[in-house]
C-alpha cells in the first residue's frame, strides 16, 4: 500500500511518505510531530475562532516555549497550519453578540480568557497588534468599548488604531491606561496584582474618547524621541542587527547559502557563530533556489540545529509565497521574533531586479515585517561586473538597514594582484574571503576574513593585510608623527600605495588607538 501511495502522491522519500499517511488516515498516531509541535515546544493552550454560528473557522496553537501558530481543519481530520481562504473573524465572537455589556478589546486570547472568568465580555483580533480588519467594526454598532492596551508602543498603537476606525460606529470609546504595568505587560499581569473591582474603578476614571484625535496631537516631539531608550540589539554581534533588513550579496556560488545556513544554525541553536554570540530565535529559512541535495549536504556537514525550518518551494504540503504576491502576509503569521532567511531576492519574487517600483513594493513589505519585530535577511546577487556592488536597483539599498557583502580578497603574486581560480565544486578552497559592510549600514561597520573548509563551510581567516599592519604599527611607533611626504615614503616602503596606507592607518588606529599623523 505505501508503493502506491508514494506513486500517487509523487513522494519518493518513505519517511515523508509514512507521515502523509498517518496525517490522512490516523492523525491520532502523530502525537510527537506536527498535530502538537510547532516550530518547537509542546502545545499548551488552543484558542478556537468561531463564525456568528458556533462554527469553529481556525484555531490559534499557543506552544512551550511561548510561540504561536494558526490552523485550521484539511477536511480531513487534520491540519493544515495556515489560513489561505480562511475567514478571519474576532475572538470569541458568539459571546459578544449575545451580550449587551461594554465590550473589552484586549491584546492576546488568553487576555480574552482571563476577562472571561472575571465575568466580562471580551474579545481580540487573530495574530495581535495591527492586524485589525475593517469588517470587525460592524459587531461594535452603538456598543460600549473599552480598550486595554498592552504597555508597549505597538500595543498603544494598536489600540489607537481601533479607535480611528470605531468612532462613529460605537456608542463610547475609552482606552484605559492600567498601572504599574511592566513592560510589555497586560491585562493579564494587572489581574494578577490587582481586582476586578480595581479594574472597573480605572474604567470608571477614564474619560470617554470625544473624537478622532489631530494630526498634530499624534505626531511625535522632539522630547518625545529624546527620551526614547534604545537599545542596539544584535542577532549574531556586530554581524546580523535585530529587527532589522541584512542584504547579503555575492557572487553566484560563491557560498552565500553556505553562510546563511550556518548563521541560521547558530541563532536557532544558541551558539556563537564563529565566536561572535548570538541572540536565540526561530529560524526559518525560506528556499527559492535551492534543490534538496545540496540543503542535504550541507546540514550533513553543519551538523545539528535547533528551532530552524526550511520552507522550500518544493514543499509539496505548502510553498512559500512570493513577496509580490497576495498571499505574502503568510509570513506574518510565522512566530513573532523569528530570523527570516530568503534565498534568494530574485527568486522570491516575479518583479524586474532593476525597477525600482517593483524593489520598493517588496523591500516596503520587508519593512513591514521588520517593524512587526522580525529579523530579515535577504540573499542576493552582485553587479555583472563588479563583485563589491549588489545588483539591482538603488531601491534595494535605499530600504534595506545593513548591506552585507561575501567577496573573495586578491591575493598577491610576484607583486601583482590575483585571484585564485574556483576548484571544481565551484569554490575557492585556498582563497580568503571577506565578509562585511559594503555601500550603507545604520549600524556600526564590521567585517571578518573567512576561509572555506569544503567539509565544514566557513571559518575565520586572518586579516591578509595583517603583517602590513604590524609593519606599519613598528614603523610610525618608531617615526612618530609624520609630515605628508614622509608618510608617502613610508607606505613606499611598504609596497603599498598611498591612498590604500592612509585606509589602512584609520584600520590600525581604531585597533590600537595611538597612531597619530600630522598632515602639512
Same mark, same amino acid.
Given at each position: 500500500?505505501?508503493?502506491?501511495?508514494?506513486?500517487?502522491?509523487?513522494?519518493?522519500?518513505?519517511?515523508?511518505?509514512?507521515?502523509?499517511?498517518?496525517?490522512?488516515?490516523?492523525?491520532?498516531?502523530?502525537?510527537?510531530?506536527?498535530?502538537?509541535?510547532?516550530?518547537?515546544?509542546?502545545?499548551?493552550?488552543?484558542?478556537?475562532?468561531?463564525?456568528?454560528?458556533?462554527?469553529?473557522?481556525?484555531?490559534?496553537?499557543?506552544?512551550?516555549?511561548?510561540?504561536?501558530?494558526?490552523?485550521?481543519?484539511?477536511?480531513?481530520?487534520?491540519?493544515?497550519?495556515?489560513?489561505?481562504?480562511?475567514?478571519?473573524?474576532?475572538?470569541?465572537?458568539?459571546?459578544?453578540?449575545?451580550?449587551?455589556?461594554?465590550?473589552?478589546?484586549?491584546?492576546?486570547?488568553?487576555?480574552?480568557?482571563?476577562?472571561?472568568?472575571?465575568?466580562?465580555?471580551?474579545?481580540?483580533?487573530?495574530?495581535?497588534?495591527?492586524?485589525?480588519?475593517?469588517?470587525?467594526?460592524?459587531?461594535?454598532?452603538?456598543?460600549?468599548?473599552?480598550?486595554?492596551?498592552?504597555? #508597549?508602543?505597538?500595543?498603544?498603537?494598536?489600540?489607537?488604531?481601533?479607535?480611528?476606525? /470605531?468612532?462613529?460606529?460605537?456608542?463610547?470609546? &475609552?482606552?484605559?491606561?492600567?498601572?504599574?504595568?511592566?513592560?510589555?505587560?497586560?491585562?493579564?499581569?494587572?489581574?494578577?496584582?490587582?481586582?476586578? #473591582?480595581?479594574? /472597573?474603578?480605572?474604567?470608571?476614571?477614564?474619560?470617554?474618547?470625544?473624537?478622532?484625535?489631530?494630526?498634530?496631537?499624534?505626531?511625535?516631539?522632539?522630547?518625545?524621541?529624546?527620551?526614547?531608550?534604545?537599545?542596539?540589539?544584535?542577532?549574531?554581534?556586530?554581524?546580523?542587527?535585530?529587527?532589522?533588513?541584512?542584504?547579503?550579496?555575492?557572487?553566484?556560488?560563491?557560498?552565500?547559502?553556505?553562510?546563511?545556513?550556518?548563521?541560521?544554525?547558530?541563532?536557532?541553536?544558541?551558539?556563537?557563530?564563529?565566536?561572535?554570540?548570538?541572540?536565540?530565535?526561530?529560524?526559518?529559512?525560506?528556499?527559492?533556489?535551492?534543490?534538496?541535495?545540496?540543503?542535504?549536504?550541507?546540514?550533513?556537514?553543519?551538523?545539528?540545529?535547533?528551532?530552524?525550518?526550511?520552507?522550500?518551494?518544493?514543499?509539496?504540503?505548502?510553498?512559500?509565497?512570493? /513577496?509580490?504576491?497576495?498571499?505574502?502576509?503568510?509570513?506574518?503569521?510565522?512566530?513573532?521574533?523569528?530570523?527570516?532567511?530568503?534565498?534568494?531576492?530574485?527568486?522570491?519574487?516575479?518583479?524586474?531586479?532593476?525597477?525600482?517600483?517593483?524593489?520598493?513594493?517588496?523591500?516596503?513589505?520587508?519593512?513591514? /515585517?521588520? #517593524?512587526?519585530?522580525?529579523?530579515?535577511?535577504?540573499?542576493?546577487?552582485?553587479? &555583472?561586473?563588479?563583485?563589491?556592488?549588489?545588483?539591482?536597483?538603488?531601491?534595494?539599498?535605499?530600504?534595506? #538597514?545593513?548591506?552585507?557583502?561575501?567577496?573573495?580578497?586578491?591575493?598577491?603574486?610576484?607583486?601583482?594582484?590575483?585571484?585564485?581560480?574556483?576548484?571544481?565544486?565551484?569554490?575557492?578552497?585556498?582563497?580568503?574571503?571577506?565578509?562585511?559592510?559594503?555601500? &550603507?549600514?545604520?549600524?556600526?561597520?564590521?567585517?571578518?576574513?573567512?576561509?572555506?573548509?569544503?567539509?565544514?563551510?566557513?571559518?575565520?581567516?586572518?586579516?591578509?593585510?595583517?603583517?602590513?599592519?604590524?609593519?606599519?604599527?613598528?614603523?610610525?611607533?618608531?617615526?612618530?608623527?609624520?609630515?605628508?611626504?614622509?608618510?608617502?615614503?613610508?607606505?613606499?616602503?611598504?609596497?603599498?600605495?598611498?591612498?590604500?596606507?592612509?585606509?589602512?592607518?584609520? &584600520?590600525?588606529?581604531?585597533?590600537?588607538?595611538?597612531?597619530?599623523?600630522?598632515?602639512?
Amino acid at each position: 500500500f505505501i508503493d502506491v501511495f508514494q506513486k500517487i502522491t509523487g513522494v519518493s522519500e518513505l519517511p515523508e511518505a509514512l507521515k502523509m499517511m498517518a496525517e490522512k488516515y490516523a492523525p491520532s498516531l502523530l502525537s510527537g510531530s506536527d498535530k502538537n509541535k510547532s516550530f518547537s515546544g509542546e502545545i499548551i493552550e488552543t484558542y478556537p475562532y468561531q463564525d456568528e454560528e458556533g462554527k469553529i473557522l481556525s484555531e490559534v496553537v499557543r506552544y512551550e516555549p511561548k510561540g504561536f501558530r494558526q490552523r485550521c481543519s484539511d477536511g480531513q481530520g487534520g491540519w493544515k497550519w495556515n489560513l489561505t481562504g480562511v475567514r478571519r473573524v474576532l475572538y470569541r465572537l458568539p459571546e459578544l453578540l449575545a451580550s449587551h455589556d461594554e465590550i473589552y478589546i484586549c491584546e492576546g486570547e488568553k487576555d480574552v480568557d482571563r476577562l472571561r472568568k472575571n465575568g466580562l465580555t471580551a474579545t481580540t483580533c487573530p495574530m495581535g497588534a495591527g492586524k485589525w480588519k475593517e469588517e470587525y467594526n460592524e459587531f461594535f454598532k452603538d456598543r460600549e468599548v473599552i480598550m486595554l492596551p498592552d504597555n #508597549d508602543e505597538p500595543g498603544r498603537d494598536h489600540m489607537d488604531n481601533i479607535a480611528k476606525t /470605531l468612532f462613529g460606529i460605537a456608542k463610547t470609546i &475609552k482606552v484605559v491606561a492600567l498601572p504599574d504595568l511592566p513592560e510589555h505587560g497586560d491585562i493579564f499581569d494587572y489581574l494578577k496584582v490587582y481586582s476586578t #473591582d480595581d479594574l /472597573l474603578k480605572e474604567v470608571k476614571g477614564t474619560p470617554f474618547i470625544e473624537g478622532p484625535p489631530s494630526i498634530w496631537d499624534q505626531l511625535e516631539s522632539w522630547e518625545d524621541i529624546q527620551s526614547m531608550e534604545i537599545k542596539e540589539e544584535w542577532m549574531v554581534d556586530r554581524i546580523i542587527p535585530k529587527e532589522a533588513i541584512t542584504v547579503l550579496f555575492g557572487k553566484g556560488g560563491i557560498g552565500k547559502t553556505w553562510l546563511a545556513m550556518d548563521i541560521a544554525r547558530c541563532i536557532g541553536s544558541s551558539e556563537s557563530w564563529l565566536g561572535y554570540e548570538t541572540q536565540q530565535a526561530s529560524v526559518v529559512f525560506v528556499d527559492f533556489e535551492n534543490p534538496l541535495p545540496v540543503l542535504n549536504t550541507r546540514t550533513k556537514k553543519l551538523g545539528n540545529a535547533e528551532n530552524v525550518q526550511f520552507w522550500r518551494s518544493g514543499n509539496r504540503k505548502i510553498k512559500p509565497p512570493k /513577496l509580490d504576491s497576495a498571499e505574502w502576509e503568510q509570513y506574518k503569521e510565522l512566530p513573532k521574533g523569528s530570523v527570516l532567511i530568503f534565498d534568494t531576492l530574485r527568486a522570491s519574487q516575479g518583479g524586474d531586479e532593476n525597477d525600482s517600483r517593483a524593489m520598493a513594493e517588496v523591500l516596503n513589505r520587508m519593512k513591514e /515585517l521588520r #517593524d512587526l519585530g522580525f529579523t530579515i535577511i535577504l540573499l542576493h546577487h552582485t553587479a &555583472k561586473n563588479t563583485d563589491k556592488i549588489s545588483k539591482g536597483s538603488t531601491a534595494i539599498v535605499d530600504l534595506a #538597514d545593513h548591506i552585507l557583502g561575501l567577496t573573495r580578497v586578491r591575493q598577491k603574486e610576484d607583486g601583482q594582484d590575483a585571484v585564485a581560480i574556483d576548484d571544481v565544486d565551484g569554490f575557492d578552497t585556498d582563497a580568503v574571503y571577506y565578509f562585511g559592510n559594503y555601500e &550603507k549600514t545604520r549600524f556600526e561597520p564590521h567585517n571578518v576574513h573567512l576561509k572555506l573548509n569544503p567539509d565544514r563551510g566557513f571559518e575565520l581567516a586572518p586579516d591578509p593585510e595583517e603583517e602590513t599592519l604590524k609593519n606599519m604599527q613598528r614603523m610610525l611607533q618608531d617615526s612618530g608623527p609624520l609630515k605628508k611626504t614622509e608618510f608617502s615614503l613610508l607606505a613606499k616602503s611598504l609596497g603599498i600605495a598611498e591612498k590604500k596606507a592612509r585606509k589602512m592607518i584609520f &584600520k590600525l588606529s581604531e585597533n590600537i588607538k595611538i597612531i597619530k599623523i600630522k598632515k602639512i
